[in-house]
């Protein structure tokens, strides 16, 4: 039965528990890292910039809280959040009192922006040798300058298929995962070099991440799971539609059987009489008789009501 995704619960474990985190990163993949770091135990701090002028008392200076300020909240619960411009002594003052009590350091702004703000790696370890660096960036290397979003990298990794919009903000949210996974690299370095380090995250080599099953071949049209295999895809239904996921051997046997199909091996689910079968099937069940099937009968789906 469809129903609306719900915040992941917190790790019952605190791998971070006690490591200082200091965020400068705004919008979605800097916010949804610190996130991460937060529910594995680490102490977050955030500093942003004053609101842009005229904005409501209380308006974050995070363009994420303009944008949506539910989503905002949702990321930065639990996190100790200050306003300063960096860009002014009072703002810098209070930047490096912070950095003087921080394990790691995250940023979003391209390097160029760092080294006008004093946070180039070069000046931050000589200045504070135990703390790390992890940067996110756009792209890697030389081209951390270059103007890029979440749907320029998707659609340099082959991920945008056509016009329309794809369904999530996936090299933002795949980038937020890498960098909160580098928040813990660094603080085992830390630990086991006994010196900070500087790690770097490229949205753009997050989305091409996620696009490796595509790039092997994995989903393609023909390829099982990317619609060649009857029982692996998404069919109408009498009042919506159905994501159907019967792929192993005793899934496709068990859909199969419902359906009327003589044979169920790998072959002949990719025979075209297999998939019209299906596809005829679904059509005369409804959503709830789906999902009662699929429950009696042990075969993985999802319903979608119209």
Not at 12 to 18: A, D, K
Request: charged share 20%.
């Amino acid at each position: 039965m469809a129903q609306s995704p719900t915040p992941a619960k917190t790790p019952t474990h605190s791998p971070l528990r006690g490591v200082r985190v200091l965020s400068l990163a705004l919008n979605l993949p800097g916010p949804a890292a610190l996130m991460r770091c937060r529910a594995m135990g680490a102490t977050c701090t955030k500093l942003e910039a004053p609101p842009p002028a005229g904005a409501v008392p209380g308006t974050p200076g995070d363009p994420m809280g303009l944008y949506n300020r539910a989503a905002y909240d949702v990321m930065h619960e639990g996190v100790r959040v200050f306003t300063a411009d960096l860009k002014s002594d009072k703002g810098q003052a209070l930047l490096h009192r912070h950095l003087a009590k921080t394990d790691v350091l995250l940023t979003s702004f391209r390097p160029s922006a760092l080294r006008k703000l004093g946070l180039a790696w070069a000046d931050l370890r000589k200045r504070y040798a135990q703390l790390s660096l992890v940067e996110i960036v756009g792209a890697p290397g030389e081209r951390a300058e270059e103007p890029g979003h979440d749907l320029t990298y998707m659609a340099e990794a082959g991920l945008v298929t056509g016009t329309d919009m794809p369904a999530s903000l996936y090299a933002d949210m795949g980038g937020s995962l890498m960098a909160s996974e580098a928040v813990l690299q660094a603080r085992v370095l830390q630990l086991t070099k006994g010196k900070g380090v500087r790690l770097e995250i490229a949205l753009s080599e997050a989305a091409r991440y996620l696009a490796l099953p595509r790039s092997w071949g994995l989903t393609v049209p023909s390829a099982a799971v990317g619609g060649g295999h009857a029982g692996y895809r998404v069919y109408p239904c009498k009042d919506g539609r159905v994501a159907l996921a019967a792929l192993e051997p005793h899934f496709a046997a068990s859909l199969a059987h419902e359906v009327g199909l003589a044979k169920s091996h790998i072959m002949a689910m990719f025979a075209p009489e297999s998939h019209t079968a299906v596809a005829r099937w679904c059509a005369t069940q409804s959503c709830q008789q789906l999902e009662t099937i699929g429950a009696a009968k042990d075969i993985p789906l999802f319903t979608l009501p119209a």
